[in-house]
């Protein structure tokens, strides 16, 4: 049985590493990519298929890979997932800043209402297994807007009937990202000290290489079950 991971919010800083790894790992003949954007990236594993987050509803997916199947190369993928004969995960990372997304509305849009929707998308076309970023600190009664949102994902994602959903908490993320963010900046250099002198090991900052290696090690575990919330403490181990 064939094995595809869809992915989405591909275009960031853990979204990138984790197809990366991906088209590294023997274990995934396929990653489909979903973007409001194709991105300036080519790999025989990877379909890319261009949506509005919006109106996932209305996407056909395989309607989107044969019309990109002109030389044949994605016949294979079109056989198994008409059949079934495919082993279906789905890693979501999306997610933005209430500074880039320019109001709190647009943000919980962004990363509550597109993450739900592309999890509903993916369980309603096969998948068992669902692993999503969030973040440390994560709690639908947080008084701190951000921490709130996506506690509130969290707890409409294990509401879902996925067979395993993952949800990965890390910490500062490190790595280049696309777009500069001055107080992260500064907290990662805060941090980096204080972990260095054994102080708030749990908010060790964590790359972004490490995040994904995180979701693609467990993914290889072949009896997972439930709910899991999974620290970033716990990825820096799970990574090493």
Not at 43 to 66: G, P, Y
Not at 80 to 94: D, H, I, M, N, Q
Not at 130 to 149: P, Q
Request: hydrophobic residues 40%.
């Amino acid at each position: 049985m064939s094995k595809v991971a869809m992915v989405a919010g591909s275009s960031g800083l853990v979204g990138m590493q984790l197809l990366h790894q991906l088209f590294q790992n023997p274990e995934y003949d396929w990653v489909i990519s979903f973007g409001r954007r194709e991105l300036a990236l080519k790999h025989a594993k990877l379909v890319q298929v261009t949506v509005d987050f919006n109106r996932l509803e209305a996407l056909n997916l395989l309607e989107s890979i044969r019309a990109q199947n002109t030389g044949g190369q994605f016949q294979s993928l079109l056989k198994r997932l008409e059949s079934g004969e495919v082993a279906l995960s789905a890693f979501c990372s999306l997610g933005t800043t209430i500074k880039n997304a320019g109001s709190k509305e647009k943000f919980f849009q962004i990363d509550h209402d597109f993450v739900i929707g592309f999890a509903r998308m993916a369980l309603g076309f096969g998948a068992k297994r669902f692993f999503y970023v969030s973040a440390l600190g994560a709690d639908a009664e947080s008084a701190v807007f951000y921490n709130k949102v996506k506690g509130t994902v969290e707890n409409d994602l294990k509401r879902m009937d996925f067979t395993y959903l993952g949800i990965f908490q890390p910490s500062l993320l490190l790595g280049e990202r696309n777009e500069h963010r001055l107080g992260e900046e500064v907290g990662k250099v805060l941090m980096k000290g204080l972990t260095y002198l054994g102080m708030f090991k749990k908010y060790k900052p964590i790359s972004g290489s490490q995040v994904a290696r995180a979701m693609l090690v467990k993914d290889q575990e072949t009896h997972l079950s439930g709910n899991e919330t999974i620290p970033s403490a716990e990825m820096h181990k799970i990574s090493a």
